[in-house]
Every structure is written in C-alpha cells, then in structure tokens.
C-alpha cells in the first residue's frame, strides 16, 4: 500500500510559477511509476506528466512541455512538478499517483493522493 499527499497548490497569477509536491510512504514507494493528473471543473481528469521509477525517463502532456517539469528524489520518497508560464487554463485540481508502469492513462494508476488546487488568474 502506498499513500499520497501533494502540496504547493495555491493561487498565482498569469505567467507566474508553482512547485508541487507528492510526498509518497508506503512499501517499495520508490520502485512505482508516477504521474501527474488534474481535474478542472465540468472536465475528464487528464494527463500531465509522468516519471520513471529511476526518475531517468519522463513524458509530458502536449499542452505542459516546455513549461512544466517533473522530477523525484527517491531518497526523500518525493515527486515534484515545477510548473513555469502558468496560463488560466492551467487551472485545476491537480491530483498525484503512482503505479506500476508509466502511462499517460489514469486508470493504469494504483495509488492516488487527494489533490490540490492551482488556480491562475488572468
């Protein structure tokens, strides 16, 4: 069983910067794939980015490359997200998770923390 918690949501406006943390305990936690999700409101919970176990490999959404990056530091059981030129529809619950093999699919995902919220404004 792994357990999940993000942190670092908050408000910040257009072309502004966030960090956000998924602090990960539990058996084996640094072995597990994870990924980034959100959820705005009305929508599909959509794919961000995902992260190897190993943290060497890594795959981003179409709409975040180039402005958000995703890393791990397996020492500290920790999976980051810095997202950089945050535009309104950034906005969302973004929602942490792990599983077995990386994928761009929520459902492939085991384990998920509770979410946090980014809000842009214009």
């Known amino acids: 069983q792994v357990q999940l918690v993000e942190s670092g949501g908050g408000l910040v406006q257009a072309g502004g910067s966030l960090r956000l943390s998924c602090a990960a305990t539990?058996?084996?936690?640094?072995?597990?794939?994870m990924g980034w999700f959100r959820q705005a409101p009305g929508k599909e919970r959509e794919f961000v980015a995902v992260i190897s176990g190993s943290g060497g490999s890594s795959y981003y959404a179409d709409s975040v490359k180039g402005r958000f990056t995703v890393s791990r530091h397996n020492a500290e059981n920790t999976m980051y997200l810095q997202m950089n030129s945050l535009k309104p529809e950034d906005t969302a619950v973004y929602f942490c998770?792990?599983?077995?093999?990386?994928?761009?699919?929520?459902?492939?995902?085991?384990?998920w923390g509770q979410g946090t919220q980014v809000t842009v404004s214009s």
């Open positions: 998770a792990a599983g077995s093999l990386m994928s761009v699919m929520p459902k492939r995902f085991l384990y």
């Open positions: 539990g058996r084996s936690s640094g072995t597990y794939a």
